[in-house]
């Protein structure tokens, strides 16, 4: 079985990892109680550089593995 990796440098992955993140707060700012809360108030309950950090190990063991 062949299988198609796409590859992406450290900068390519952390400006993927900075997408997803906006997308996923402005997500839960849609979400939690019916939007009670706007995507900066989110912003500032969350520890964002934490959340890209343990993205970032887990991408790193699973890549370890293929």
């Known amino acids: 079985m062949i299988c198609n990796l796409l590859y ?4 390519e992955l952390c400006e993927s990892l900075e997408s997803a993140y906006r997308q996923a707060i ?3 700012s ?3 109680n019916e939007g009670q809360y706007d995507s900066s ?5 969350v520890n964002k550089q934490d959340i890209c950090n343990r993205a970032m190990a887990a991408i790193s063991v699973f890549t370890d593995d293929v």
Do not use: F, H, K, T
């Open 8 to 11: 992406l440098d450290d900068s």
């Open 26 to 28: 402005n997500q839960a």
């Open 30 to 32: 849609l979400e939690i």
């Open 41 to 45: 108030e989110l912003q500032q309950m």
